[in-house]
């Protein structure tokens, strides 16, 4: 451990982090100046950095890493054909802004959004733009993103654009372009929230001592505004995810969580008489606002993309009706269009009177004469996609740059622009700024770009005061694109003075506000008995397994009858006990996973992380575990992490309906398992071992010597597990506690009448209440297996159609 | 010329099916210098909980009807009683290919009647350089915008043949047209996407053809479904003409149009989604029958 005055002397020598730091040629750098030295904003956390020296450094980013794991952030990689989740790739050191430099960025997205609003409130309104010539009719008419159906519905919040994001770079001279406008459905503001706590995390001390703007104030000014939208209507606010498989769902339930709104998938919404309803497990209940993280194009399958399987049937006639405000308005993405950038100066010039306060990137639509022959002219140092491209041209693998062309591609491109030149946009090529990225211990320039956020309140657009930087993983300015491993840095805007702290914990003195629950929507409920459900699944088959192995481990013969007897009887459960760890154990743990993986809103992530967790122990046992002794470990190793998760989920769970319905799943499934297993190991043939093995499967070994001192032969264990009132494995307790939560649940009992699912299970209770053990023969064991399943039909018809 | 028109549209689901949703385009619309609707009516069986309707972008009738309990059919009735008129052929005021080029840099509107929306691939027309070569034939042997599109019209009907198992509804045009086979629908995208091929706008139209013919005259093929023929963008003189490549003719008195869209899609009678996983079956009548 060096001590403080070595670690000054260092900073001063030339080990210090910035001694070797060299930007590259002709390109700005954000840390340093053109003459070498250090921006002043950037000069106290380089200091700082130092101060901590390298071990101290590279133990606190691995902090923050820590905590993103901890966190299970995630984004989904596309490198197949579903994707894989990866981890969040947080650059560690944050990009430093001075505030005057953040003011210019402000003003000029101000008056960028403003301008947004104006054009799009005209494309779906009377169509001025094209009929004075500023806009060419086939950027419209032949763009997908021009929704048909939307044309002349004014919106119900009387706005089109309520949430934007614009990704900026900047250029030589210093200044920032706007590269591209997101409009559609922008992502990442979710990210930036966490890549801030994550920064914090390693740098909390730092974070504290410089002045640097909170982000909560920007979240809760469009909090408020979104409540105030619905406030004025019957029903709240609710985000619209396309589900688990898109790339940012860890940010759609992150949002949701952080603001307090509803999750919603398409399927959880229907229209009736006009309005948008969600279906829940009270019945239908109004939601007017809905801040969609879905292309519009998905949202109704009736009158958008008729392919769409994630879209709610009606949502334009609801629309149309003016009972649902959309964030954006469907249709808003149109702006994204990469030919829309080059008529934004002149747009701006005509509709404002002023010019644009930030620059667009310099864009030629090739649609016209003189523009294409520029485009043509300049062909090397261009870089050249489709007209109605939306995605940033350095990130746009159908974009290419000119002179990069081999000789016959060239000469095709360069056809194609002089015989179809309206399909085709020019744009400058990028020189981005770089900013330092820790790398093995050192920093290192690379590229990178700005992404800011717009919301819109009641006074107006606010811009989040930071955003997050996307940082290069070469020197290269394409390689920025996440999907081709850049990084994303925290954002920091610098204040000369002590800003405001905001949260969005209401301050002292503040009003208490009890936020009612809500109504939990039908297919989360599903979701959420089928996790209970196959997480229950998963302990009865490892439980069944570990004793199968045990028994192989000793009598080393697997012709004994029991043996094969168990093995016929898991094989009537999917699950094939001649491997160590069958596939159908794996596929109950990925069902429970995917289950989970659709309601991660609703439970802890540390409740996510277990079951994750879970998931990669089972399946490097797969690879590795051999049958006997081996795999009694290894079953016992998963019961302790399906323990783990049940104990996490059952301690921390707040008991609203969400938790009665897991707890429905995991009660149903284990009285369905126990009845199972009791019918088969009671029954009159059944090998010599059978009730040994019942007693271990159903963790009753201990209570049954004890309770029953002589044995009383097959009716004490049929007692036991099956009447019991007391043992939480019998099936009695199971349908006991089933009753219970049924009678709790939304309409459970209502002017005194029980719902028909308490019902059922309030007679299968009384039924075992009155029965003696001798009644209980295997014909009668497996039919009370088949009324435990007909109850879940039960709770189905009632609670999720 | 005075028209009854009487469609029925009948759907037998294998499963009963509940909460399900559909959009009706089958009305006719008043079209000035074309067509007057005197009388509508539309009824469906089972009764929707909801009815409500709206024009489209396009200008067409739409009919939104909802249930939301089960059941195990649906049938449309739609009985109308429509005016059509009958003007004299046109003459050809139409441009070369060329002039046509010209006047639609020149067209700065997207008005839902702008050509503008007629030139790009729609959902069911993709562009296709096989069709789009067959079609530049037409423009080669044609003076006019509007010679080539008859002369396309009438290559279709004559090298192409009317069979109705060829096909199904959601063929596309690429299909048949290397099949050489189809029905009106399939006739109609291969001659849109031709036309978009080489640049002239083109949309679909969707109607009725009247079923009895006049005395000494032939029964048109597809009288006894709904029918579909192609309206053509002929330049600012001569406008919208349409064309019928199932009868080799200009749409006349005979045609009762329904309505109008880039393709099929646009205006398909019924487009609905159903909660089950069933099969469904259609049947479909029309009796088109003149009053006068």
Known sequence: MSTRNERQAARHGAHGLIADYKPLPGVPDEMLAPDGRLRPAWSQLIGALDDLGPTELAGRFERADQYLRDAGVYYRKYDGAAGKERGWPLAHVPLILDEAEWRTITRGLTQRAELLETIVADIYGDNQ????????????????????????????????????????????????????????????????LENRVATTRALSDIYGRMHVHRLAGFFRGFRDALNGIAESRDGGVGILTPGQHNETYFEHAYIARYLGFALLEGEDLVVDDGQVMVRTVSGLKPVSVLWRRMDASFADPLELRYDSRIGTPGLTDAIRQGSISMVNALGSGILETRAFAAFMPNLCRTLTGSELELPTIATWWCGGAAERRHVIDNFDTMM???????????????????????????????????????????????????????????????????????????????????????????????????????????????????????????????????????????????????????????EATVRI????????????????????????????????????????????????????????????????????????????????????????????????????????????????????????????????????????????????????????????????????????????????????????????????????????????????????????????????????????????????????????????????? | MLYDVRLELHYDYDAAVHGDRHLVRVSPISIPQVQRVIAASL????????????????????????????????????????????????????????????????????????????????????????????????????PSVQAAALDL??????????????????????????????????????????????????????GFLRTIPPKGKPRLEGADAMHAWVRVWCGQHAGWIEFDPTNAMLAGPDHITIGHGRDYSDISPIVGVLRTSGEHSAKQSVDVVRVE
């Not at chain 2, 290559?155 to 096909?167: G, K, L, P, Q, S």
């Open chain 1, 129 to 192: 733009l094209v009929q004075r010539g500023l806009l060419p009719p086939e950027l419209i008419a032949r763009n997908a993103e021009f929704l048909r159906p939307m044309v002349g519905i004014e919106p119900a919040s009387g706005h089109y654009l309520h949430f934007c994001a614009f990704e900026l770079g900047r250029g030589p001279n210093g200044g920032w372009w706007v590269l591209g406008d997101r409009t559609q459905a922008p992502s990442g503001a979710g990210f930036a």
């Open chain 1, 384 to 538: 050249v996609g489709s007209a109605f491209a939306t995605g940033l041209a350095i990130e746009d693998t159908e974009t290419v740059v000119g002179g990069g062309l081999p000789p016959h591609q060239r000469q095709a491109l360069l056809d194609r622009l002089e015989a179809e030149g309206g399909a085709f946009v020019g744009q400058e090529q990028v020189h981005l700024s770089t900013t330092p990225l820790h790398v093995g211990g050192r920093l290192e320039p690379r590229p990178m770009t700005l992404r800011v956020y717009a919301a819109r309140t009641r006074d107006g657009w606010t811009i989040m005061p930071g955003g997050f930087a996307r940082i290069g993983s070469t020197p290269d300015s394409s390689a920025i694109a996440m999907q081709r491993g850049g990084q994303a840095a925290d954002v920091w805007v610098v204040s000369d003075q002590p800003v405001e702290h905001v949260t969005l914990l209401p301050g002292e003195g503040e009003e208490l506000v009890r936020v009612s629950a809500g109504s939990l929507p039908s297919r989360a409920a599903d979701n959420l008995i089928w996790l209970g459900r196959y997480a229950e699944r998963c």
């Open chain 1, 545 to 801: 397994l570990r004793a199968y192995n045990a028994r192989l481990a000793e009598s080393s013969n697997p012709d004994l009858p029991i043996l094969k007897d168990t093995r016929t009887y898991l094989d009537g459960l999917g699950v094939d006990a001649s491997t160590p760890l069958p596939t159908g154990l794996l596929a109950a743990i990925d069902s429970a996973v995917n289950s989970a993986g659709q309601i991660r809103d609703r439970f802890s992530p540390d409740g996510w992380l277990a079951l994750a967790d879970l998931r990669k122990t089972a399946r490097t046992f797969a690879h590795k575990v051999e049958a006997g002794d081996d795999a009694t470990r290894a079953m016992t190793v998963l019961l302790r992490k399906l323990a783990g998760f049940s104990g996490l989920v059952h301690e921390n769970m707040y008991r609203f309906a969400g938790w009665r319905f897991l707890e429905i799943g995991r009660r149903l499934e284990r009285g369905i398992q126990i009845s199972g297993a009791v019918a088969w190991l009671t029954r009159k043939n059944a090998p010599e071992g059978a009730l040994d093995l019942l007693l271990e499967i159903g963790d009753s070994v201990m209570t049954h010597r004890r309770r029953y001192a002589v044995s009383a032969g097959v009716n004490s264990y049929i007692d036991l597990l099956v009447l019991d009132p007391l043992n939480p494995r019998s099936v009695r307790f199971q349908i006991a506690e089933l009753y219970q939560q049924l009678e709790r649940l939304p309409g459970g009992i209502e002017g005194g009448h029980l719902s028909i699912a308490a019902k059922a299970a309030l007679s299968l209770d009384t039924e075992l209440r009155v029965s003696e053990p001798a009644a209980m023969t295997t014909p009668h064991l497996n039919r009370l297996g088949l009324d435990i399943g007909n109850l879940a039909g039960l709770i189905a018809d009632a609670y999720f159609v």
């Open chain 2, 43 to 142: 009824s469906f069986e089972p009764r929707p909980e909801q009815e409500t309707s709206f024009t489209d972008f396009f200008g067409n009738l739409v009919t939104t009807i909802a249930y939301s309990g089960y059941h195990d059919h649906l049938d449309v009735r739609l009985s109308a009683r429509v005016q059509v008129e009958d003007p004299p052929s046109p003459a050809d005021l139409s441009p070369t290919l060329t002039g046509l080029r010209e006047e639609l840099s020149r067209l700065w509107s997207v008005a839902a009647s702008s050509p503008q929306h007629f030139l790009a691939a729609s959902p069911r027309v993709p562009l296709d350089p096989a069709i789009a070569a067959y079609a530049r034939d037409s423009v080669a042997s044609s």
């Open chain 2, 153 to 206: 019209c009438l290559r279709i009907h004559r090298e192409f043949r009317y069979d109705r198992e060829a096909t199904k509804v959601d063929t596309g045009p690429s299909e048949a047209f290397a099949l050489k086979r189809g029905v009106c629908q399939d006739f109609a995208h291969v001659m849109i996407a031709g036309l978009r091929g080489v640049g002239i706008p083109a949309g679909y139209v969707s």
